[in-house]
């Protein structure tokens, strides 16, 4: 316990005696301090027992002493320690009127015991206190450490927020709330996800201290560098004292080396999810299988999706690289669910991800992607769920899933989507346009002469499956004048319209010049 007034004044060698002030003693003193001059408040910082002999007061004068104990007690001196016996034989009647005014702590100190006696009291304390908040933190540490590593970031917690009289949360590097201890605690973690956020904008290891109106809770970055793995929150109802911060220390040592992994590691894993990869893609199911086990085998024998993630644009220099925050955003997703997920980087700006279909990492891209892409600068394609033995079929579907996604500014695009829907979307890209007006500007350019409407003869013919007379009748001509206007067509083209991948192609040239046939005609 820290030293405080109290305690010096039940200290047997000291002698001391309380004159006013009683309901005070409690205060805790920071030093002990001796100063006659009549003003020495600029020199005091708070906290001190503040020691006289009155030397140069004029302590029976009771303005003055009113003065005088005012600034004290303003100054945030505790208490004030008087020698009898040296310039006064007993505490003057004005400083005890003042003192007791002011309720403010005034011993009595005896001719025999000297100042440095009292000092060095204070100095004995502090040193006693401190030795056993280091032997605390010490064995705080120690027991953080077995829990950490018999039963895991959990148990820690549990500990940590016994040490602090408190509670304590672990978040993951999405900012999402892992672990809390007690259990009641994860609501209030929860609260905080918007200031974890914003301490994971700034390189670990970063703290914040967040004022609330039941507690004051310390958020601390885990990670090395500029990457934040997770956060750590510990809420108390005062500020912490020196055991419990060697005990928060202590958790944050141990959670940073339990969620920051090794690059060795690291880039094993990822070797061997990549080598599981391509025996897939190589139609190697059996071999990949084998080569997996454990850590990726229970993935491979369950319907999955295969995801395709690209750098969407230009990055910010000083922004972390979208393609691994996006895969520690899915990491992030799989963990918290329990799911198991392998993401293969290939080169720096591309990433490939086996998921379990409808599970947690699906989902979460799924419903977060537009905000994440948003954020991050990234695109994604999507396969349909397959199993291990179509794993290459997979592949191509997410990669042309992304590459509509990039023509379309979409930040995500599923095969299924395509599959499902039209493809007259997919017409919406300038190549084509440039080849569908090469192939019709003959045609605009005749009909910009008067001279007929071949474009609406073409398409009315194409809509209606080449008959003659229901084309005829939707453009309010005779069926000769039609097949007129046909063999004008083919004459102008040099094109057949009895080649069916004629048609083919000029019903789609139709379909991608809609609406420019104005802009195309005027040239």
Wanted: aromatic content about 4%.
């Amino acid at each position: 316990m820290p030293v405080t007034l109290a305690s010096l004044v039940q200290h047997s060698a000291l002698k001391l005696a309380v004159r006013a002030g009683e309901d005070r003693l409690d205060t805790p003193v920071r030093w002990a301090h001796a100063s006659e001059l009549a003003d020495p408040v600029p020199y005091m910082e708070g906290g001190e027992l503040l020691l006289v002999t009155a030397m140069t007061l004029d302590a029976a004068d009771h303005e003055a002493m009113r003065r005088y104990v005012r600034r004290l007690a303003g100054a945030g001196v505790v208490g004030l320690g008087f020698a009898v016996g040296v310039n006064y034989d007993d505490i003057p009647e004005a400083l005890l009127e003042a003192a007791r005014a002011e309720d403010f702590p005034l011993l009595e100190v005896p001719r025999r015991t000297p100042f440095l006696a009292i000092s060095k009291a204070v100095s004995a304390a502090m040193a006693a206190d401190q030795y056993r908040a280091v032997t605390a933190g010490f064995e705080a540490q120690r027991e953080l450490t077995r829990a950490a590593l018999a039963e895991g970031p959990a148990a820690l917690l549990a500990r940590l927020a016994a040490h602090v009289d408190g509670w304590a949360a672990l978040y993951d590097a999405s900012g999402a709330v892992v672990a809390a201890a007690p259990d009641w605690a994860g609501r209030r973690a929860a609260r905080l996800t918007s200031d974890v956020e914003r301490l994971r904008e700034r390189p670990a290891p970063a703290s914040a201290v967040v004022g609330g109106t039941d507690d004051r809770v310390e958020l601390q970055s885990l990670g090395t560098g500029r990457r934040v793995r997770g956060a750590l929150a510990v809420g108390t109802g005062a500020a912490l004292g020196t055991a419990e911060r060697y005990a928060v220390h202590s958790a944050i040592a141990l959670l940073t080396l339990t969620t920051e992994r090794s690059r060795s590691l690291q880039a094993a894993e990822q070797r061997l999810g990549a080598a599981v990869l391509r025996m897939m893609l190589s139609g190697q199911p059996d071999h990949a299988r084998a080569v997996a086990g454990d850590l990726y085998g229970g993935l491979l024998d369950a319907p999955f999706r295969l995801l395709i993630a690209e750098r969407a644009g230009e990055q910010d220099p000083e922004a972390e690289h979208p393609v691994h925050a996006f895969a520690e955003f899915l990491e992030a997703a799989a963990s918290r669910s329990g799911e198991t997920v392998l993401t293969v980087p290939e080169g720096d700006d591309r990433l490939v991800v086996l998921a379990a279909d409808g599970g947690a990492v699906v989902t979460a891209c799924e419903s977060s992607t537009e905000r994440e892409a948003e954020e991050a600068g990234i695109v994604v394609g999507m396969s349909a769920p397959t199993g291990p033995i179509a794993a290459a079929a997979a592949y191509k579907q997410a990669e042309q899933a992304l590459s509509v996604a990039r023509r379309r500014g979409r930040a995500l695009v599923e095969h299924e989507d395509l599959a499902a829907g039209s493809v007259l979307p997919l017409l919406a890209d300038d190549a084509v346009r440039a080849f569908a007006d090469g192939m019709l500007r003959a045609l605009y350019e005749h009909d910009a002469t008067g001279r007929g409407d071949l474009v609406a003869s073409l398409r009315a013919w194409l809509s209606r499956h080449g008959q003659w007379d229901a084309a005829a009748a939707d453009l309010g001509v005779h069926r000769h004048t039609l097949r007129y206007r046909m063999r004008r067509v083919e004459e102008i083209l040099g094109r057949s319209l009895d080649d069916p991948d004629v048609r083919m192609e000029l019903w789609l040239a139709l379909k991608a010049t809609a609406g420019s046939a104005a802009g195309t005609s005027t040239e």
